[in-house]
């Protein structure tokens, strides 16, 4: 199946630096990817929809200037959280959505776990 | 807006057993596809089953098959012969055909107990 790939999967940073989190599609083109934050024992909460070629759309609440997505391929999307604090410690998660023969799918990265001294 | 709710936070079923995980959505659209995902310990997220709001058939993949009541805008998730690694958070989702967003419920926690 399709494969969508990662990194990191576990991050440690101090407050106020920047965090890079790379989500690649191994084997399909992804015309739309999704960044989701998910604390424990939560469901995903969507942080907002990154479509190639275009400036993501963010969900209410989400700050873009703290949250930056870019989707510069069909293939990656970078999620990088600025000056990260203690509060932006959490379990983010990408997904990339495929569309073939008329077949709707979504499929995972494994993961990142920040953590924000 | 669309939403989907999962009403059984926390279920378990003994191993080799049946267990069903219900979800119900609220749209007022008629073209979507319906999903069940797991997340087990491992937090990695894997799609279980799919299904087409045109297919009047229920989907069913190996020991997975759902029970889809389009009127009733119910989707259930049958798990048979639990097996431990069966073990996880459930999520039922939701998109429309021509939707941008998945929209996902709170989730269901099931333990197979051994």
């Known amino acids: 199946g399709a494969v969508v790939s990662q990194h990191p999967s576990r991050v440690i940073c101090k407050s106020g630096t920047s965090v890079k989190i790379e989500c690649r599609s191994l084997d399909f083109q992804a015309t739309t990817m999704f960044w989701y934050r998910q604390f424990p024992k939560q469901s995903l909460m969507l942080m907002a929809t990154?479509?190639?070629?275009?400036?993501?759309?963010?969900e209410q609440g989400v700050e873009k200037d703290k949250f930056l997505i870019n989707h510069a391929s069909l293939t990656l999307s970078t999620l990088t959280v600025t000056s990260a604090h203690p509060e932006d410690s959490s379990f983010y998660i990408c997904s990339a959505r495929m569309v073939s023969g008329g077949r709707e799918k979504l499929f995972f990265g494994s993961g990142t776990q920040l953590s924000v001294l | 807006a669309q939403t989907v709710t999962q009403s059984q936070p926390e279920m378990s079923v003994q191993e080799a057993e049946t267990v069903t995980l219900s979800c119900t959505y609220d749209t007022s659209e008629s073209n979507y596809y319906l999903f069940w995902y797991k997340q087990p310990p491992s937090r990695q997220m894997i799609l279980v089953i799919r299904q087409e709001a045109y297919k009047q058939q229920n989907a069913t993949e190996n020991r997975f098959s759902v029970n889809f009541q389009k009127a009733a805008k119910s989707f259930s998730l049958k798990i048979s012969d639990s097996q431990l690694g069966d073990t996880a958070m459930y999520f039922c989702?939701?998109?429309?055909?021509?939707?941008?967003?998945?929209?996902f419920g709170p989730g269901t926690r099931l333990s197979v107990l051994p």
């Open positions: 989702a939701f998109i429309l055909v021509d939707g941008q967003n998945f929209v």
């Open positions: 990154s479509n190639e070629g275009s400036k993501a759309t963010y």
